[in-house]
């Protein structure tokens, strides 16, 4: 006992090393318990990710030292109880040169202010852009604060780290703000039992695993490091088709951050001198969880020869049907690989950048991205330097999108709306008017939803070829309202054919079971109208949820609304003139007052219009010029969109 005594002397007071610090491993797991992250030889605090010690005192307080590379806003712990975010007790040590408390709830929302209490000899300095903190924790406190945690005796906790370079700087109050890299340890840990061999040293893969948010996003680009994305209204990695952050580390190194919507097979970031495939050097995250790199040939034939180098700090995961991707790529080598662009200096490429949901190669390589995954930028950018790039539309995918958005707007504001007012409300404005033996309204009818029918189909039909597949479920609010259009799409799809197929089936007129034709007939044609209208609005989108193609002003939302009050108001007058037609029908045929007047009119009524028959062409012809309207605006909006430049 005497020997382990003077041994945690002489260790942990620097007797022997003359170490003042407790932010180096020397004595981790022996004197002090240790929490080191990446890569697990780490020793000290300037050569480990995180890294965090403790050791209690003799006054019941536990004494925490900690870092973190690059944590020049604020590096943090938290003591959980279940391993996740929720219920956490948080400790940071900010760079206004102090320590606050706060909490994360249960919907992972970081509570601030919580009172600092049992925190004492608070010394933070920031050295070469990291936050150096000590501080000591008292184990336990006498009062009811339940969010207080009980370090004492034989309680354990699991540890969470997180910290923030700026990219989200402090609030105005000084509490801390969402964090840019978070890990944890997968085991429970004591943080006042020194005795002989229970003091944790956490470094090896066994003992914790660590999770990195690397939340991508583009907060900071232009101004903590550089950006690449498409559409450039999209503001994070969840909701980009293609999204690339770029920062630059010691070494003369460059982190690179890349994720795109539906890009579960493989998400692939390409360095062009030309601003073409063509001999441009590829980097490929896939969902094998490896890098792959392959170069592009003159023939735009994807080579997997080059050999992978230079790449280091690799980490890869698959959400919601995405591969989220960090890895670190030297900007120069040694060798005479001519293949390897150097990225250092004032050298500057183009970026190119693809995606595939379909599968590798046997060998793990990838193959041919989608028609709708490759993008790239319009300019020469160096890596050295924090710029914004908007990526390039697919010209073919642009031109496919446009298309079916048009098809669908022509379908279902025009001909589906021209066609279902016909059929409800003109079949007695033309009784004696024939075309092909068929009432005029009958004609039109079956005209106009032919139309309608063509154009959904065709429009279903191109939208499959250029994304290849039916879009997933995704949590946020833009991914969910692309797959509810997706799903009311194909439900109006579906609807537009059942019906004609209804129609060729139907009773005669005067059969029993005709009514129910009738009926179906009404309800399908209107329930997929009204579904095609709203699948339109989705697909417009409006504010947070960003339009299905990209660059279309946010007012055509406004527009579809427009046209849909249009709709039921001239709908309503229909209705009352409708109503009115009948109430003076009854009237008249009250009013008859011999069989000769009867006889007469019988004579008269196949020489004489309709009642309120100027009134229905004129109203048909108003709605008509709306809907020809709305219909022409919408598409010449579609058509002519750009994907601006940044």
């Not at 008859?592 to 009134?615: A, C, D, F, I, N």
Request: charged share 15%; hydrophobic share 40%.
């Amino acid at each position: 006992m005497l020997i382990w005594v003077l041994l945690k002397l002489f260790l942990v007071e620097g007797i022997l090393t003359g170490a003042t610090s407790q932010l180096t491993s020397t004595g981790c797991g022996i004197t002090k318990g240790c929490f080191r992250i990446s890569p697990t030889t780490c020793s000290s605090g300037t050569d480990c990710e995180y890294f965090v010690s403790w050791l209690s005192d003799d006054d019941g307080g536990i004494v925490f030292s900690m870092t973190g590379s690059d944590a020049s806003t604020y590096i943090a712990i938290g003591f959980s109880k279940s391993g996740v975010m929720r219920d956490s007790d948080v400790y940071a040590c900010t760079s206004n040169s102090d320590v606050v408390r706060s909490r994360n709830s249960v919907g992972n929302t970081n509570v601030p202010n919580q009172p600092l209490k049992g925190v004492t000899n608070v010394t933070v300095s920031i050295i070469d852009g990291r936050i150096e903190c000590t501080f000591t924790r008292q184990a336990s406190i006498n009062d009811n604060d339940v969010t207080y945690y009980d370090l004492s005796g034989n309680n354990k906790y699991f540890i969470i780290m997180a910290k923030s370079s700026g990219t989200f700087p402090l609030r105005q109050d000084g509490s801390i703000n969402q964090h840019d890299d978070r890990v944890y340890n997968t085991q429970l840990s004591s943080f006042e039992d020194f005795s002989e061999g229970n003091i944790p040293d956490l470094t090896t893969p066994t003992a914790v695993t660590t999770t990195h948010d690397n939340k991508i996003a583009s907060t900071g680009c232009g101004i903590t490091k550089g950006c690449f994305r498409q559409p450039e209204d999209c503001s994070s990695g969840s909701e980009c088709d293609f999204f690339l952050s770029w920062t630059s580390t010691k070494g003369g190194s460059t982190r690179f951050s890349m994720t795109g919507l539906n890009s579960a097979t493989y998400i692939a970031l390409g360095f062009s001198k030309s601003g073409k495939m063509s001999d441009s050097d590829v980097y490929a995250c896939t969902s094998n969880k490896n890098i792959v790199r392959s170069r592009n040939t003159v023939a735009n034939v994807n080579d997997p020869t080059p050999v992978l180098k230079g790449v280091s700090e690799s980490t890869i995961r698959i959400m919601n049907g995405r591969i989220e991707c960090h890895f670190t790529r030297a900007g120069s080598l040694n060798d005479d690989d001519a293949n390897y662009f150097n990225l250092t200096g004032n050298n500057t490429y183009y970026i190119i950048m693809a995606k595939s949901r379909g599968s590798l190669k046997e060998d793990g390589n990838i193959n041919q991205h989608a028609v709708d995954g490759r993008t790239q930028g319009r300019e020469l950018i160096s890596f050295q330097t924090f710029v914004e790039v908007v990526g390039e539309e697919d010209q073919l995918a642009l031109i496919l999108q446009k298309s079916h958005g048009s098809l669908m707007v022509a379908a279902w504001i025009l001909f589906a709306s021209l066609g279902i007012t016909l059929a409800r409300f003109y079949k007695n404005i033309w009784p004696n008017q024939h075309i092909c033996g068929k009432p005029v309204w009958f004609v039109m009818h079956v005209l106009f939803m032919t139309l309608t029918l063509m154009c959904t189909v065709t429009a279903f039909v191109i939208i499959f070829i250029q994304k290849r597949r039916f879009l997933e479920f995704s949590e946020d609010l833009s991914g969910l309202l692309r797959f509810l259009h997706a799903v009311l799409g194909t439900v109006v799809t579906c609807l537009v054919i059942l019906n004609p197929i209804m129609a060729v089936f139907r009773p005669h007129p005067g059969e029993p079971r005709r009514f129910i034709f009738n009926w179906a007939h009404w309800g399908v044609g209107t329930t997929a109208q009204l579904i095609g209208l709203v699948t339109i609005c989705l697909g417009v989108g409006y504010r947070s949820a960003r339009p299905l193609i990209a660059g279309l002003p946010e007012y055509l939302f406004w527009v579809v609304i427009v046209f849909l009050a249009y709709h039921f108001a001239i709908w309503l007058l229909f209705q009352v003139q409708s109503c009115m037609e009948l109430r003076q029908d009854i009237t008249e045929d009250m009013s008859q007052e011999s069989t000769s007047q009867m006889e007469t009119e019988q004579v008269e009524e196949h020489s004489r219009k309709p009642l309120g028959y100027s009134t229905m062409v004129g109203l048909l012809i108003i709605y008509f010029i709306g809907a020809l309207i709305s219909t022409g605006f919408l598409i010449f909006a579609i058509v002519t969109v750009r994907v601006s430049s940044s």
